[in-house]
């Protein structure tokens, strides 16, 4: 991918997932609110980027560091992530993504240096736009689908009411696990993050990212 920007000056943090109200508060959507905690903590402001995305700018993990909400929906993520390398530059080593995991349990994490989609279609897409699958990625576990359900269709619905603590708390600790993954490299992340959500009614002895 053509650079402008040199790999030390900036890590661009793509968050994935679909435009407008109607998609909030939907499993698909889970990208978007570790981007908004990320901005609240840094105090960045998402802005109308030069495409199809918003786009805050700040530090993140002790680096300089913009984040980037595609508004291509999903399937199309690519196609933005393109346009602001077309702009900025971009190495694909700066690249994170935060996404949903159909396959992970909800409530749990996981970290990759690299790797396929796994039938992402907007993992998919960015891959196929940046031309390599050597992007790290935070995977969130939004729940596997239940039995005679449609994927697509599980995606696109909200959290359940008993459902919500565990996906806030979720979204709370990827945004610990990017910036560990800017700060501390993406093994050391891995190494801390990586691991299944607590059982129902057990109480872990320290939270992800604990000291």
């Known amino acids: 991918m053509n650079n402008s920007t040199s790999s030390s000056d ?3 943090i793509v968050l994935l997932g679909n435009p ?3 998609y909030a508060a939907t499993r698909h959507n889970i990208g978007w609110w570790v981007g908004d905690l990320l901005a609240e903590r840094r105090r960045m402001k998402f802005k109308p980027g030069q495409g199809d995305y918003y786009m805050a700018e700040g530090r993140v993990g002790g680096r300089k560091a913009r984040l980037l909400k595609a508004t291509t929906y999903m399937n199309e993520s690519g196609r933005a992530v393109a346009q602001y390398a077309d702009r900025f530059g971009l190495f694909p ?4 993504v935060v996404t949903d995991d159909i396959d992970l349990l909800l409530g749990q994490i996981r970290i990759r240096a690299r790797g396929s989609s796994g039938g992402h279609n907007g993992l998919a897409s960015v891959i196929e736009h940046v031309g390599s699958e050597e992007i790290a990625r935070c995977r969130c576990g939004v729940g596997l689908v239940p039995p005679n359900s449609d994927a697509a269709d599980f995606v696109l619905d909200p959290f359940g009411s ?7 708390q979720m979204a709370a600790d990827a945004a610990d696990a990017v910036e560990t993954m800017v700060a501390r490299g993406v093994s ?8 299944k959500p607590p059982a129902p009614g057990d109480t872990p002895s320290e939270p992800p990212g604990a000291k």
């Open 162 to 168: 008993d459902e919500l603590i565990v996906a806030r």
């Open 93 to 96: 080593e700066d690249l994170i």
């Open 188 to 195: 050391v992340a891995a190494n801390t993050f990586n691991r």
């Open 20 to 22: 407008g109200d109607r």
């Open 10 to 12: 900036y890590r661009l």
